[in-house]
């Protein structure tokens, strides 16, 4: 549990004082103007010294760590003993720490699947994976160490490579975090756990994007001064992209290259399902546009080079114009 950081004064008993020709009486001492404001306080300062200590020295393990489970190791003895704001600081140091870092760990890791047939060895135990059952033992330590800097392994199409485990930060440092911070993780976890696209498709129905989408609206406009605001608006911008532009393969007929009549419904549905969102302005702005190039998306490609072409004029500017009306509705 999280210090309070507040201690409770005991009371200041009145002591009885002798005067004059053996009258006795009582008076009340009273502690000097501002004493108990300082007294109140200084449990507080304490507090708020401490939580300044603990990310001072998590930006400092930051800077000297080699793996990230150096990082955890250090958030495991201290995010208990801070407030819920100062533990959100210190998963952000994390985040960020896995932001600059995922792609260099994985080149590495990538080397070290092809030295000893280190790849097959991993592949023949399964996943998920059992480290226990690694008998390569510099092989096992280094899968250990980095499970336990909160990483999962993703096998995505044959290839294995790192990436960041918020599924199990959120199980072990939810409780210390606010609710901004938690909304956040929640969001990190769905696209880590199903990613809405690769290679230039959609991984999840158009559908499932809708409401990926309206969950992230809702994290913007419940956390207007979020502490991950500019990332979630930035992943808003990208969904809202791909929502509405990532019309790969089952999106287009190909002969008139018009949006298919079911993608045009299911716009039309998410406008009706979530009338008092802001993104729904949006998409009926963008039918607005396509109803008035009777559905039609592209121009026809040049025989011999492509089937698709360019975007018509006014939906290609649709499309250029989407950040700036993200910015509009949440700030830069």
Not at 26 to 39: D, F, M, V, W
Request: negative net charge; proline residues 3%; aromatic residues 8%.
């Amino acid at each position: 549990m999280k210090r309070s950081g507040y201690l409770v004064l005991n009371s200041v008993l009145a002591v009885g004082l002798l005067t004059g020709c053996g009258n006795t009486g009582s008076t009340s001492t009273q502690p000097p103007q501002g004493e108990a404001s300082s007294q109140t306080t200084a449990p507080q300062k304490d507090q708020q010294n401490a939580d300044q200590d603990a990310i001072k020295k998590m930006q400092e393990v930051t800077l000297q760590a080699k793996e990230p489970v150096e990082l955890i190791t250090y958030l495991d003895k201290t995010i208990k003993n801070v407030k819920s704001e100062t533990a959100d600081q210190l998963l952000v140091i994390l985040d960020e720490y896995y932001a600059t870092h995922l792609i260099e760990l994985n080149e590495s890791f990538s080397k070290l699947l092809a030295e000893n047939s280190n790849a097959q060895k991993l592949y023949e135990i399964g996943f998920p994976m059992d480290v226990t059952k690694i008998k390569d033992e510099p092989l096992k330590k280094y899968m250990q160490d980095k499970f336990a800097g909160k990483l999962a392994l993703s096998d995505h199409q044959g290839d294995l490579y790192w990436k960041v485990d918020y599924e199990a930060l959120r199980g072990e440092y939810s409780s210390y975090l606010t609710d901004d911070m938690k909304a956040y993780m929640e969001l990190q976890r769905d696209e880590s756990n199903k990613p809405i696209s690769s290679d230039g498709s959609l991984m999840i129905t158009r559908q499932e994007l809708g409401e990926r989408i309206v969950k992230v609206e809702k994290y913007l406009t419940t956390y207007d001064k979020g502490i991950k605001k500019t990332d979630v608006r930035n992943l808003y911008q990208t969904y809202l992209q791909e929502y509405l532009s990532n019309y790969r393969y089952e999106a287009i007929d190909e002969k008139t290259m018009k949006l298919l009549p079911e993608v045009k419904k299911a716009y039309e549905q998410f406008t009706k399902d979530h009338s008092g969102t802001k993104t729904a302005g949006i998409v009926t702005e963008y039918l607005q546009t396509v109803n008035k190039n009777k559905d039609v998306i592209y121009e026809h490609g040049k025989a011999g080079e492509s089937i698709i072409g360019d975007a018509k004029p006014d939906i290609s500017m649709f499309w250029g114009e989407l950040q700036h009306k993200v910015e509009q509705l949440f700030g830069k």
